[in-house]
């Protein structure tokens, strides 16, 4: 059902460069009458970030086509223009409602807009600037907000680091004056707990807003919801001033 949608849509809108591969196949047998919309296409693209060097096994999060980082929406500078691409292509198509598509749209980047103020004042004065991430999903976050994203190996939900890869990290947190290291929000408790205990530093969790669950949905969240919330534990993890 999800692939005859593409028959009859007017516009397809979607994240390009493999990142959703069984969309681009489907567009690739639409209708040439479907307008493709590709945000990658729309943004300023960012190589991925090095691992942490020391640590053993790969990088928790996604490359793409010419070691693409594809986490563009976890910017709020890079959604706003993300928000005017996909208006103007709904202007362009349906001339008619076009005033309509800008009245939404400036009520959503309305938000937005704060959003990304928010970041830049909360973000300004910090003790730290970097940022130690198992999921390598934060460095267009760290580019717009002047600070460093290092992705660590070796931390996954269902394996727990080896000693080398402990050693590392705790080297890099003494060396940067690193307080606080941020795992994905799925990394469960208890290695959470022997992360923390093994390096002596707090830890916490960043939602890569990968998807919301209907749960999240009926619950009222939303992604500036979700990005606020990241918002406050960088704040706490990097002791910024607010």
């Given at each position: 059902a999800q692939m005859g949608a593409f028959e009859d849509a007017d516009v397809a809108?979607?994240?390009?460069?493999?990142?959703?591969?069984?969309v681009e196949a489907a567009l690739?047998?639409?209708?040439?009458?479907?307008?493709?919309?590709?945000l990658l296409g729309t943004v300023e693209?960012?190589?991925?970030?090095?691992?942490?060097?020391?640590t053993d096994g790969e990088v928790d999060g996604e490359v793409l086509e010419g070691d693409v980082d594809p986490h563009v929406w976890l910017d709020p500078s890079r959604m706003i223009e993300m928000v005017d691409a996909i208006t103007a292509t709904f202007s362009e198509i349906d001339p008619d409602?076009?005033?309509?598509?800008?009245?939404?749209?400036?009520?959503?980047?309305?938000d937005l807009r704060g959003l990304d103020s928010e970041y830049r004042e909360s973000l300004a004065e910090c003790q730290s600037r970097v940022i130690v991430t198992s999921h390598r999903a934060f460095?267009?976050?760290?580019?717009?907000?002047?600070?460093?994203?290092?992705?660590?190996?070796?931390?996954?939900?269902?394996?727990?680091?080896?000693?080398?890869?402990?050693?590392?990290i705790a080297a890099e947190a003494k060396a940067e004056g690193?307080?606080?290291i941020f795992l994905e929000s799925i990394a469960p408790p208890d290695l959470a707990e022997t992360i923390a205990?093994?390096?002596?530093?707090?830890?916490?969790?960043?939602?890569?807003?990968?998807?919301?669950?209907?749960?999240?949905?009926?619950?009222?969240?939303?992604?500036?919801?979700?990005?606020?919330d990241n918002l406050q534990r960088l704040e706490a993890g990097l002791g910024c001033a607010g």
């Open positions: 809108i979607y994240l390009g460069r493999g990142f959703q591969p069984q690739a047998n639409s209708p040439e009458s479907v307008t493709r919309l590709d693209l960012l190589g991925v970030d090095e691992q942490l060097a020391g409602n076009a005033a309509t598509y800008a009245a939404n749209a400036d009520e959503y980047l309305t460095g267009y976050l760290a580019d717009t907000y002047g600070l460093r994203q290092i992705p660590i190996a070796g931390i996954s939900p269902d394996v727990e680091p080896d000693p080398r890869t402990l050693e590392a690193i307080t606080t205990r093994e390096i002596g530093a707090e830890l916490d969790l960043l939602d890569p807003i990968e998807g919301l669950t209907q749960d999240q949905l009926d619950a009222g969240e939303t992604y500036a919801s979700i990005m606020r």
